[in-house]
């Protein structure tokens, strides 16, 4: 799910926040902020946010286990009392329907919302996200959980937080997720590149 402040037109993977101002977007990165996701998009990091009285929730759409993660993807849902965090990312408006591809828009996964996100230092931002539609609750796999928990310790999110993603129950899928391997093989590649 994504975020994205609405000014002008605008511009991952489900929670993600994306806001927008003069042909850029700030998109939040939520339940899975590994950057490595946004590949061939020009992003830059602005930084955290929580997103009040939501909760990250993990399902999947019409009952359908995800043939890509073997198990729930993630999406927010309204919870009084509860709180999603993520990062805001800046990213330019052209690169909306390549996002809105990669959050299963045109298949009728997710569908965008608007939603006020506040910043660390006490800015709300009108914000897109994606939430899942006809959402069936379950766990996901355990290669998934580790991309949400990479991403989450990858942009320094509470320590809190994180602790609270590490517990979440997976689905102990141990079979081969192609994906997973991309997603590992470009972190490797940053590393090694910003070395």
Known sequence: MS???QEGSSSQFPPSWHTSA????DCLKGSNPVTANLHRMEIDSLHWFHLQDFKLEFGHHQGRTSSVWHGGAATIVQSPGDEVWGIVWKMNTSNLSSLDKQEGVEDGIYVPIEVNVHTQAGEVLTCRSYQMKDCVCGSPSPQYKKVICMGAKQNGLPADYQKKLEAI?????????PIMEEIEAAVKAKKINSA
């Open 169 to 177: 129950e997976t689905n102990n899928y141990a079979g081969p997720v």
């Open 3 to 5: 975020f994205e402040e």
């Open 22 to 25: 003069e042909g850029s977007s």
